[in-house]
């Protein structure tokens, strides 16, 4: 799973780094009874009010807190505390819903001594239920920016059904200064593109405008966060919210800075990083996949063909059994809606291509099963058809997505 | 699962009805070790060239045999024979695969004593391998009208993953003659709409020219047998083929004939029931999911709105379950990108309204999971927002889906 080989080469991943690795965040997150025993309500924190940028769900039925979150970043398109809780979604709650999320704004402004619209809020969970607000209240009164609560806490905090926290930081070179980026992100079930019960939260100290912030955060979505699904349905509540508070030193990045490129570089990796991580934690996942489309004609339809076979329930399955059934990866190509020219597909498992030109070819079985039982999975699709490509990420389809699913409410 | 009030008096559903029920057509099906032991080559005979219309998948990997019987309808419109395997599908076989369909076009042509063009083949099963000629060669060979070979083997030779066969028979009243139809259908895994790994064949003693035939068929296509979906994935040989062969003696059916409309209706009837017979033989299935979809501003997004329902994962699992989480339903009508007004929509499993102007009603919990106990389970959702309304027909996502499609192949 390699980032393109034009990475700038100032560009460092740190597999271990977290959200508060840029300096002036911290986090933290405690338990307060909205889950049995796990930690259900995290903080994030920025010293000093940070600029921030947002994509959210295109779900129809858009929660209560995104709302609340849009509405904060329009004032002066900054925030500095990030509240989320757990176990509840606060979607389909209505006015009473609304108000909930309010109140949590409020309240966590009032905790933290910041404005209101500083405020962002975030919830993740069971849809249609209101907030017990007495247990979000008993996570308010515990905020605080001292290190007794920690990055770990805050990662755990925001977690469903995920299994483990997900979290990266990434280096970069801007005017010669360092910049740091963060992220903490939850997923699971309900993965897919346009923002799918999928929280992200990246930090940087960088020195950058609004705009050029959200383009960037825009751009990169649409080829990480939006390239992973783990069973087709977008969400509520999904949303990726970046704050950038100004410490790294470097020039103001606008588009027109040199290193801007450099920066969208940076925020790739570690958007691709993360949401590796979330595919990998798919709801009873054994094995990531990605799906590589190239020389296509479009980027649109690069996306959409590898979103088609990262889809596809049957591909997901002999993924999970060990089974080469290139046929269902070929059919999943033809069923994307993309015109494609069958007579000059090439599909390769791993290193092993099993389809040329549109046709079977006598391939190793043993050694494209052998291939599959690896815990990471690379299926590439090679169209012939143009110089575009796209990448997306998924998991396989198990026994165990049946078990989570079948009973995640009662 | 009842049909609109607004159904013809006069059609009457022949629940154990066959494709042999109107007069005049014959079928049969042998073993030939396509398949370790189950029949895999059947055929399907009428004793004139019959009026015929088709449609088929829009897969860009449209399988060889599909080429095969759209050129021969081209010729005149009209077919006498249909031959079918099973085991193996013919697509993605190249120059070899197209060859391999014309001769068991000709083959059974010669055998059975009609023309090459008024011969339709078609396959199904795996993707990507050669037919073993030798044995669809044996199949041709013990090819007959003769009453030795029965209907019930027809409709066994051409499953796949299937488990019962599907059948069923229609009839209505056209200018005071009884006009009869009947149906044979496969399907299981790979069903979604535009015709995935479903094979559909209809017969009717109708006297009815060719172009109002493919206008019936597609308009019903478009609203019984493309509103299934076991796993979303669309296959490369999908195909619903109508046989007219003229015998009832009524007028001819033209789109001006009065009777027309109650020709559309009974051919309606036949294909639900056999849509929803390979709805609920889906892969795995334990239960039937019928998804009402009412009072919307236009059919497009009444079909879609269903077809994101019945096509979630997380809808299919809850309901193998029985747990009335009804956040995915409205999740699902959210992400269907089609405009809803969220605080308008109702929900209703069965009897029991669990939403209600888009926000959750403090329902009867234990009602509604027994409901879902049910092996047929109703879920509505109305928009209030037009008078148009669309179904759609699934099955629940389980542990043997994923122990059928991890293995299918080795």
């Known amino acids: 799973m390699n980032m393109t080989n034009t990475m700038n080469k100032s560009i460092r991943c740190l597999e271990q780094g977290h959200v508060t690795t840029p300096s002036g965040f911290t986090a933290g997150g405690v338990h307060t009874g909205l889950r049995k025993k796990k930690l259900d309500f995290g903080w994030l924190h920025s010293d000093i009010p940070a600029v921030a940028a947002g994509v959210y769900t295109t779900n129809t039925f858009q929660a209560a807190p995104l709302k609340v979150t849009q509405e904060a970043i329009e004032v002066d398109q900054k925030i500095q505390t990030i509240v989320c809780n757990s176990a509840i979604a606060n979607a389909c709650t209505g006015h009473i819903g609304y108000k909930n999320a309010k109140i949590m704004q409020e309240e966590t402004a009032e905790k933290m001594n910041v404005?209101?619209?500083?405020?962002?809020?975030?919830?993740?969970?069971?849809?249609?239920?209101?907030?017990?607000?007495?247990?979000?209240?008993?996570?308010?009164?515990?905020?605080?920016?001292?290190?007794?609560?920690?990055?770990?806490?805050?990662?755990?905090a925001i977690l469903t059904t995920d299994t483990v926290t997900k979290h990266a930081a990434v280096?970069?070179?801007?005017?010669?200064?360092?910049?740091?980026?963060?992220?903490?992100?939850?997923?699971?079930?309900?993965?897919e593109p346009n923002m799918a019960t999928m929280?992200?939260?990246?930090?940087?100290?960088?020195?950058?405008?609004?705009?050029?912030?959200?383009?960037?955060?825009?751009?990169?979505?649409?080829?990480?966060?939006?390239?992973?699904?783990?069973?087709?349905?977008?969400?509520?509540?999904?949303?990726?919210?970046?704050l950038?508070?100004?410490?790294?030193?470097?020039?103001?990045?606008?588009?027109?800075?040199?290193?801007?490129?450099?920066?969208?570089?940076?925020?790739?990796?570690?958007?691709?990083?993360?949401?590796?991580?979330?595919?990998?934690?798919?709801?009873?996942?054994?094995?990531?996949?990605?799906v590589n489309v190239t020389n296509t004609h479009s980027v649109t339809a690069a996306r959409k063909i590898a979103k088609s076979v990262i889809s596809s329930n049957l591909v997901k399955t002999a993924v999970y059994g060990a089974d080469p059934n290139w046929g269902r990866v070929v059919c999943a190509v033809g069923y994307s809606n993309e015109p494609v020219n069958p007579d000059l597909v090439d599909v390769f498992l791993g290193p092993v291509q099993v389809v040329s030109g549109g046709l079977p070819l006598a391939f190793d079985e043993e050694k494209a099963t052998d291939y599959l039982k690896n815990k990471a999975i690379e299926i590439t699709v090679d169209l012939h058809d143009g110089d575009e490509s796209a990448k997306a990420w998924g998991c396989d389809l198990t026994y165990q997505y049946v078990t989570i699913n079948a009973s995640y409410r009662t």
């Open 199 to 242: 929280l992200g939260f990246v930090t940087t100290d960088a020195v950058i405008e609004h705009e050029p912030l959200l383009k960037a955060l825009r751009s990169v979505t649409d080829q990480t966060f939006n390239m992973i699904t783990v069973d087709g349905d977008s969400s509520t509540n999904d949303s990726v919210l970046v």
């Open 244 to 290: 950038a508070n100004q410490r790294a030193g470097n020039e103001t990045l606008t588009e027109d800075h040199p290193d801007y490129p450099v920066f969208i570089q940076a925020l790739t990796l570690l958007s691709e990083k993360l949401a590796q991580k979330i595919a990998e934690d798919g709801e009873g996942a054994t094995k990531l996949i990605e």
């Open 171 to 191: 280096q970069c070179e801007i005017d010669g200064k360092t910049v740091t980026l963060g992220g903490a992100a939850k997923g699971s079930g309900m993965i």
């Open 115 to 156: 404005a209101a619209h500083h405020v962002a809020v975030y919830s993740t969970g069971l849809i249609g239920e209101q907030l017990p607000m007495d247990k979000i209240k008993t996570g308010i009164e515990q905020m605080s920016e001292q290190s007794a609560y920690q990055v770990d806490a805050f990662e755990h």
